[in-house]
Nanobody
Framework: QVQLVESGGGLVQAGGSLRLSCAAS????????MNWYRQAPGKQRELVAGITSGGSTFYVDSVKGRFTISRDNAKNTLYLQMNSLKPEDTAVYYCRSGTSWGQGTQVTVSS
């Protein structure tokens, strides 16, 4: 079982940037694919981006070209660089590995 702790959320104006981090412990981080999800108020949780153990990445269409997912296996940390943020990106962002979820970090984008 892997433990996940997100950080880096906050309040930012539209057009701004944030970088989220997800620190993992309790497992062999480099072996597993990792994902970022988000959940806006009143909406279902949605997959935002993912990265395989080999470094292949994928993104939901709404964030392509603005968000970048990456991982540092030496630091057991997953990242989500978010640029050109929009008010519709406002949500709680979660990282996930297998059946393990972090507690989430709030991202709020003001217009």
């Amino acid at each position: 079982q892997v433990q996940l702790v997100e950080s880096g959320g906050g309040l930012v104006q539209a057009g701004g940037s944030l970088r989220l981090s997800c620190a993992a412990s309790g497992s062999i981080f480099s072996f597993y694919g990792m994902n970022w999800y988000r959940q806006a108020p009143g909406k279902q949780r949605e997959l935002v981006a993912g990265i395989t153990s080999g470094g292949s990445t994928f993104y939901v269409d709404s964030v392509k070209g603005r968000f970048t997912i990456s991982r540092d296996n030496a630091k057991n940390t997953l990242y989500l660089q978010m640029n050109s943020l929009k008010p519709e990106d406002t949500a709680v962002y979660y990282c996930r590995s297998g059946t393990s979820w972090g507690q989430g970090t709030q991202v709020t984008v003001s217009s």
